[in-house]
Nanobody
Framework: QVQLVESGGGLLQAGGSLRLSCAAS??????MGWFRQAPGKDREFVAA????????YYAESVEGRFTISRDNAKNTAYLQMNSLKPEDTAVYYC????????????????WGQGTQVTVSS
């Protein structure tokens, strides 16, 4: 069983930046993804990064503002979020492993507990 621990959430004003981290237990390297869920809405894909060659994928809503990266030596993924908007407010979840399409939540086997990001206007 893989444990994913997110950190870095917080409260900030629109236009600000935040970096989320997701540390995975064990040595196995997986494709990592970030999803988010706002109150009353479905969980939505944010970004993903492949396990070996670092290919990245983004939701259109965050393209150009968010950057996903990883440090395989630390088995940790990051989500750098810039130019944050109130509509980015959500609980952000880290996920690992993929069998299927990277943008689908059901393709991931392991999930973190989530970290709250709140952006005020």
């Amino acid at each position: 069983q893989v444990q994913l621990v997110e950190s870095g959430g917080g409260l900030l004003q629109a236009g600000g930046s935040l970096r989320l981290s997701c540390a995975a237990s064990g040595r196995t390297i997986y494709t990592m993804g970030w999803f988010r869920q706002a109150p009353g809405k479905d969980r939505e894909f944010v970004a993903a990064i492949s396990r070996s060659d670092g290919i990245t994928y983004y939701a259109e809503s965050v393209e150009g503002r968010f950057t996903i990266s990883r440090d395989n030596a630390k088995n940790t993924a990051y989500l750098q979020m810039n130019s944050l908007k109130p509509e980015d407010t959500a609980v952000y979840y880290c996920a690992a492993r993929i069998v299927g399409t990277y943008s689908r939540a059901d393709a991931y086997s392991y999930w973190g507990q989530g970290t709250q990001v709140t952006v005020s206007s």
